[in-house]
């Protein structure tokens, strides 16, 4: 077998993928990669590396715009290992990413350039786009109701038939916690995702493993950060009380209802460790208030201001008319009554408008 077969994938033994990783891509980069080392310590230094192009439009688009190796000329200008190091990186780097987009029996071809001023080129072949066939789950807690049961498995059936992304993966992974947490478990968790390749029919059955982790009740609730406690244990009431089982939902619909107080810049709710003996959890609601925003200091009403001019208006009248007959009884006693009277609802108004101003920036 010679290095130009090793290097081209010719000797390629057909075999059965069974997982994402492929049970022949390791070997194939390995032996490819340690063949083109030889050809570098042999002297044939290829001039650069490329990326062939595939016949889907939008899949090569992200393969170009994932190559890296062209944007780094200087550590390709390295030692024969450094190269060969960066090449196999590279190689497996894309292969994960074809991987991660359905394509799980995908793999990168090295192909070797005859002469050494001739590229190494980059051969992906992604093969068939894989899709979800089943989805089972595991460590399911005994003492779930039914109702949360058939909310799981019919939440992960809409998946069925869609690609094997990762973002498919992980929507579902997410859901499935979501649905556990809404029942009660607050810590539950995903231990392991396992896919299962049926090459035949070009589908992968997906096993979760799930830790649903103890159910928990809420315990006391507490609010830190706050002085509106008055003010937030009867609202928050109407959502969840001391003794309720946990729910992600109500944690949600708290948090929304906290968020339309507008009294807060931050709203962050913690659970305390569980009471292994009474199954309770604390409530820790963390909050930070918005500053207050001081009201500057004078007449807001419509009523303050004509008020004011009406009282200056009553003062200049008094002056004008003093000296005059108009200030002899019962004027004078009339005008100077009105004018005190005035002058008091003028200084209510005001000391109302400074008392308010304190309290707001307090």
């Given at each position: ?234 609202l928050v009431a109407f959502v969840i009380k001391e ?79 003093a000296g005059t007959k108009w200030s002899r009884k019962?004027?004078e006693p009339t005008f100077t009554l009105t004018v ?23």
């Open positions: 077998m010679t290095v130009q077969e090793v290097v081209s994938g010719a000797h390629r033994v057909p075999g059965r993928r069974t997982d994402m990783a492929g049970c022949l891509g390791g070997p194939l980069v390995l032996c490819a990669v340690a063949a083109i080392s030889l050809a570098l310590l042999a002297g044939q230094v290829a001039a650069a590396v490329r990326l062939e192009p595939v016949q889907d439009q939008a899949l090569n688009q992200t393969l170009q715009n994932a190559f890296v190796l062209p944007m780094m000329p200087e550590q390709l200008a390295g030692t024969e290992a450094e190269r060969a190091r960066l090449l196999e990186a590279e190689i497996r780097r894309l292969r994960d990413l074809l991987h991660s987009i359905g394509y799980l029996d995908a793999e990168i071809d090295l192909l070797s350039a005859s002469h050494s001023d001739e590229d190494v080129r980059l051969l992906p072949v992604p093969g068939d786009l894989f899709r979800i066939g089943w989805v089972a789950m595991s460590g399911l807690p005994d003492g779930l109701p039914p109702d949360s049961v058939d909310d799981l498995e019919n939440f992960a059936a809409t998946f069925v038939g869609l690609s094997v992304t990762r973002d498919n993966l992980d929507r579902m992974e997410a859901g499935l916690v979501w649905r556990l947490r809404d029942a009660a478990h607050a810590h539950a968790e995903i231990v392991q995702t396992v896919k299962q390749t049926e090459p035949e029919l070009k589908t992968a059955g997906i096993l979760i493993n799930l830790d649903p982790g103890p159910a928990v009740r809420v315990g006391k609730i507490q609010f830190l950060g706050s002085r509106h406690t008055d003010i937030l244990e009867p003794g309720d089982p946990f729910s992600a939902s109500a944690m949600e619909e708290l948090h929304a209802l906290l968020e339309k107080t507008d009294l807060f810049s931050r709203i962050e709710i913690e659970l305390a460790p569980v009471n292994e003996v009474t199954g309770y959890t604390d409530l820790e609601v963390n909050l930070v208030e918005k500053p207050a925003e001081a009201k500057p200091l004078d007449f807001q009403t419509r009523s303050g201001p004509a008020l004011a001019i009406f009282t200056m208006l009553l003062i200049l009248l008094r002056e004008c008319v019962p004027f005190t009277v005035f002058y008091a609802i003028n200084v209510a108004v005001i000391f109302n408008l400074v008392a308010s101003t304190v309290i707001v920036r307090s």
